[in-house]
């Protein structure tokens, strides 16, 4: 098979580039610790490398699976958790409904009610979203501020219920942990930019993991990884 225009000129083939790209973004690693194994595979890559092709190729891994999302249901489960960038904290917003499937992220330098809504007009624009019947969230005074302007301008339906209970998104919570599992080795990340690319790369192997992708069991890692290559027009 001709490698994809996506992949040419790299020095490493397409596989040894999304199987660098797919752990990074899915386990616990480090860039050395993939640097390592790799060398026990007997492929040498530096560490810097597999950082580009992760600042590449992980943004690109959550564009086209996009189109292959299950749709969600109308339950919204919304929070957000701090992130760790250049020595500063900064928000990262979460949306999934009752089963735990993701909706959609955004990283923001701020919380507040600007933030808020346009994180809710993100979410919205997802073709496997369904507008909520219901939006819990926690005890954050922006939130509502939020939901109240997005209903002022028909962005969201006027029978839409908010609800501010927090003990309702311990689902999200989990969902929370695993990206600060994943996290935890990078060490903070060094711009706001690389942080939004590798997050969305983390986030598309979650919805993966998850089983969120039409045709792919959650308990089936062999499918997903079949999926993953597909995608980037390494498999028929």
């Not at 530096?46 to 690109?60: G, M």
């Not at 020595?87 to 919380?111: C, E, H, I, P």
């Not at 997802?126 to 219901?134: E, G, K, N, Q």
Request: include cysteine.
């Amino acid at each position: 098979m001709s490698t994809p225009a996506l992949f040419k000129w790299r020095h490493f083939l397409p596989e040894i580039i999304l199987l660098n790209v797919r752990w990074y973004c899915r386990y616990p690693l480090s860039y050395r610790n993939l640097e390592a194994m790799m060398v026990e595979r007997g492929v040498e890559v530096d560490h810097s490398t597999i950082n580009r092709w992760v600042l590449k190729y992980a943004p690109e891994l959550d564009k086209r699976l996009r189109p292959h999302l299950k749709p969600t249901n109308d339950s919204w489960k919304v929070d957000e958790t701090y992130i760790q960038i250049k020595g500063k904290w900064k928000y990262l917003y979460l949306a999934v409904d009752s089963q735990g499937d993701t909706f959609n992220f955004m990283l923001s330098a701020k919380r507040d009610s600007k933030a808020a809504a346009r994180f809710f007009r993100k979410v919205l624009k997802a073709s496997h979203v369904t507008p909520p019947r219901v939006i819990n969230v926690d005890k954050n005074a922006a939130y509502p501020v939020a939901i109240e302007r997005l209903k002022s301008d028909q962005t969201l339906a006027a029978q839409t219920e908010l609800r501010q209970v927090k003990y309702l998104n311990n689902l999200i919570e989990q969902v929370h942990r695993n990206i600060k599992r994943i996290v935890k080795p990078m060490l903070g990340f060094k711009s706001f930019n690389s942080a939004r690319q590798t997050l969305r790369g983390i986030e598309a192997m979650n919805m993966i993991r998850k089983g969120q992708i039409q045709g792919v069991e959650r308990s089936d890692v062999r499918s997903q990884v079949e999926f993953v290559s597909r995608i980037f027009g390494l498999v028929a």
